[in-house]
């Protein structure tokens, strides 16, 4: 009896001191702050989940980096961690190799550090990931709440696939329909594995370095599989197998995850998805996730800030697939019944966001700023983004709407 008192006692005390010792550092054990997740990231970043690390980029850091965003504050999404990589510095390129195969007439091997005696382009893009925006669904939607926070505009550089195929004299087959790549996995992870229509192969880039400096392990390094255009999940970070395909690749990430429905026709006799309800998704009557759908932020005013009046400048960023141009940018103060074009920093096509901004005249009191972008195909964003309601909450790009008050 006595004995176990004692013991008792003694682990009372044990469990003292581990909460003591657990509140001098903040439960920083229970609660990892975003650079103790990844080292060199912003503690300020969001952690939506530690295993796999999913960080989300507060707003006011976003809208704090108009033109670029470094590489501190951008978002992460990994569905699929890689050990060691953990880190907003550079790999080594030593000893890294990726193969090149499938419908192909020669396949081959390549060591990273080949690409770097090839001719070395350039590209700012917008890195987005599928689900951004996914908390604004309703009803609620799975996957990681985002808010508007998973997304960066990143300059990418490397060398373009084609490049490296032409350096090898390698030819397509014809059936080559389809690049699938396969990422780098340690133990028995499992795979991470994308396809994206032959079409993305006009831009896609190995990249090795990002906003000018070694591109971070965190971000794909040391090389990377980059598809200007593309929404986030396509770009295979840590590429260790390249594949011509005829078909889509069949693991989770490629079906049925990372897809929306496709809009119903003749020969899709499917119902649209309604909200709330399951989806049977299948190759045919769905699509992934691979063109990135037209959008624009609100970088200022933020919401529920006060600002001077009458005259206020408002800002913000729109991008599309950078396919064709973005024509215009509209704001409306007044729910949307008349709208302001608000000037475009530039007007080529790009896969970068470009920044707009207009000036409105508004009386003292409340009011809701919206924005919308227009490309030259006439797309544009729905004034209710819940229009696409999905279940696993992709592609928002619902008019933005923010509440601030004029002096
Ligand atoms: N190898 C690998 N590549 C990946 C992923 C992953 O889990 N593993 N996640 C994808 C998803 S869903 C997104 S949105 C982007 C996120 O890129 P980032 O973490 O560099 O911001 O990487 C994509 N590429
Ligand atoms: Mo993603």
């Known amino acids: 009896m006595e004995s176990v008192s004692r013991r008792t006692a003694l682990k009372l005390m044990g469990l003292g001191a581990a909460l003591l010792a657990a509140g001098s550092r ?4 229970q609660a990892p702050t975003a650079d103790q997740l990844v080292k060199g990231k912003n503690p300020k970043l969001l952690v939506l989940s530690q295993r796999p690390i999913v960080l989300e980029t507060p707003y006011d850091l976003l809208v704090s980096q108009p033109e670029r965003t470094p590489k501190e504050i951008l978002y992460i999404r990994n569905n699929v961690d890689l050990p060691g990589y953990n880190t907003v ?6 000893g890294w190799k990726v193969e090149v195969g499938g419908l192909v007439d020669k396949p081959f091997t390549f060591e990273a550090k080949e690409l770097l005696e090839l001719p070395q382009h350039e590209v700012t893009m917008v890195l987005q990931c599928s689900g951004n925006g996914r908390s604004l669904f309703q009803p609620r939607t799975s996957g990681n709440p985002w808010k508007r926070g998973g997304v960066g505009n990143v300059t990418f550089r490397g060398v373009r696939l084609k490049d490296l195929l032409e350096a090898k004299g390698v030819k397509l087959g014809e059936k080559a329909l389809y690049i699938t790549a396969h990422a780098s996995r340690q133990g028995n992870a499992p795979e991470f594995v994308r396809s994206v ?3 993305a192969l006009g831009h896609a880039l190995l990249a090795l370095s990002m906003n000018g400096e070694p591109l971070p392990a965190v971000h794909g390094g040391p090389i990377r599989l980059v598809f200007p255009g593309y929404f986030g999940v396509n770009n295979v970070k840590w590429v260790q197998k390249i594949e011509f395909t005829e078909a889509e690749n069949t693991t989770a990430e490629q079906m049925p995850r990372y897809r929306v429905p496709a809009i119903p026709n003749a020969n899709i006799p499917f119902l649209p998805q309604e909200p709330g309800k399951t989806y049977p998704y299948s190759f045919t009557n769905s699509r992934p996730n691979w063109l990135v759908a037209i959008n624009s932020f609100i970088f200022a005013p933020l919401e529920g800030q006060t600002v001077e009046g009458p005259y206020v400048r408002v800002e913000g960023v ?4 950078g396919i064709v141009p973005l024509v215009s940018v509209e704001v409306s103060a007044n729910g949307g019944r008349t709208w302001q074009q608000a000037r475009l920093e530039r007007q080529e096509k790009s896969f970068g966001w470009v920044r707009w901004q207009a000036t409105l005249y508004l009386r003292p009191g409340e009011h809701e700023v ?4 227009w ?3 006439g797309r544009s964003q729905p004034l209710d983004g819940n229009i696409a309601w999905n279940e696993r909450g992709y592609e928002y790009n619902g008019v933005m709407r923010v509440k601030f008050t004029v002096a």
Do not use: K, W
């Open 26 to 29: 903040g439960f920083a054990q």
């Open 89 to 94: 510095e550079g790999a080594s390129l030593d």
């Open 370 to 373: 919206m924005a919308r972008a």
């Open 197 to 199: 229509p032959i079409h």
């Open 318 to 321: 729109a991008f599309n697939d």
């Open 375 to 377: 490309d030259a195909v």
